[in-house]
């Protein structure tokens, strides 16, 4: 048990997908997990341990941004032994080519400031996705006829942005998407040693204004999560 996650040593699997928003931890987990249990409610941030094709999976909530992520990704990893951690969120499509209801493997992450800034200094630290997880998910999505798209994505520290200059000169250098936690995840993974990796569905798009409706959301948003999960077992 930690300050912000009331699991017991041994509920929470190596396994983490994570999430912002807690409902979607839950549908998630009653959706494609065998006999999910309720291991964190802390501050209402929820957590289930069940079971995937055999193996145990985390499902659990980071909140919204980046510095809510470093919470829960940092206690995970150091208390409770997360070694593989995936984020499926939502994204806004920044390219051309890049449609609502696809998804985005993060293969990069940009941004302007994360709560490990302070950590680099003057260095401008490139955070990465774990290669075995990219190439695993680019296979499980190429396999299941998902439009997928691999590159780079930026992680913005504000939701409601007021940087037009900004999302223009991110889509003249080719980032597909933008997001706000996959870098500070990224970060956190590099310092512990452990795998990462962000899948995203585009729910909307900057350039043309285009959303996806609710009720189509859980619809497009399964693919993501069966993507992340076997990807996260693709070596077992």
Not at 200 to 218: I, N
Request: with cysteine; charged share 20%.
């Amino acid at each position: 048990m930690t300050v912000h996650i009331g699991a017991k040593p041994g509920d929470i699997a190596e396994t983490v997908l994570m999430p912002g928003d807690p409902y979607r931890a839950k549908w998630a987990a009653e959706t494609f997990l065998d006999k999910p249990k309720l291991i964190n409610d802390v501050r209402g941030m929820l957590g289930f341990t069940g079971t995937w094709n055999g193996h145990p999976v985390t499902i659990h909530g980071s909140g919204m941004g980046m510095p809510s992520l470093s919470i829960y990704v940092n206690e995970l990893i150091r208390d409770f032994g997360a070694k593989t951690l995936i984020r499926i969120g939502s994204c806004g499509g920044m390219q051309d080519d890049v449609k609502v209801r696809d998804v985005i493997l993060a293969m990069t992450a940009s941004s302007i400031s994360t709560p490990s800034l302070g950590f680099f200094r003057e260095v401008n630290f490139a955070p990465t996705a774990d290669w075995s997880l990219l190439s695993a998910a680019f296979k499980a999505a190429e396999k299941r006829g998902t439009p997928t798209h691999v590159g780079g994505i930026y992680s913005s520290d504000v939701f409601y942005d007021e940087r037009p200059d900004l999302n223009e000169q991110m889509t003249r250098h080719g980032v597909l998407a933008v997001e706000m936690e996959a870098a500070e995840l990224y970060t956190l993974a590099a310092r512990y040693g452990c795998r990462a990796l962000a899948v995203l569905t585009v729910s909307d798009h900057l350039r043309t204004g285009e959303a996806l409706p609710s009720d189509d959301r859980e619809r497009s948003f399964g693919d993501m999560v069966e993507i992340a999960l076997e990807a996260a077992f693709s070596n077992t």
